[in-house]
């Protein structure tokens, strides 16, 4: 009998045809981080313009000064997920999905603007979207929405996590998100 030397991590699966974990997690990695280049020019920005408008620090902020220094950092993760749902969309995967010859294929009937928006709301970067519109509404003092929000963040990241140890455990499973919208990535 000869061993299987191919690690369990690399060994495509049922309902991921052509897929292996490391395949699913990379091309996620590649799209979380194509939020930090983002996220590092707009802290920079903010930062450029608070030191500009406090005379390099030794003035206090205005109001007005941190309410734009705040919209600029504020910007970034609605416009990064609407650039993952752009691409879902026109593309039919993200661009982290892409780069790996990944697409998302339906799994039911399913229509597929509300797939995508159910997917992105029920995937873990959700949670980011989630949270953002949690500290929005915090902003606008509504506590008690916020708060509600907040817990729906903190229960979509925790699904987020049950579905890698799901993966992990069962590479062949579908994680939560994938069974909510409808939709599954495969090999293009």
Known sequence: MVADT????????????GLTRRVRIAAALRDMLSLLLPLVIAS?????????????GREDVHDVDGAIALALLGTVIPAWLARLAASMLTAGATPGQRA???????????????????????????????????????LAGLFEVAGIVALLAAAVAIAGLVSLAIMLVSPDALALHDRASGLRPVRS
């Open 6 to 17: 191919s690690s369990a991590i690399e060994r495509e699966t049922p309902t991921h045809p």
């Open 44 to 56: 920079a920005l903010a930062v450029a313009w608070l030191l500009a408008r406090t005379a390099w």
């Open 100 to 138: 790996l010859r990944l697409r998302l294929e339906a799994t039911r009937d399913v229509t597929t603007r509300w797939a995508i928006a159910t997917r992105l709301a029920t995937h873990p970067f959700g949670a980011l979207g989630w949270a953002w519109v949690a500290g929005v509404l915090a």
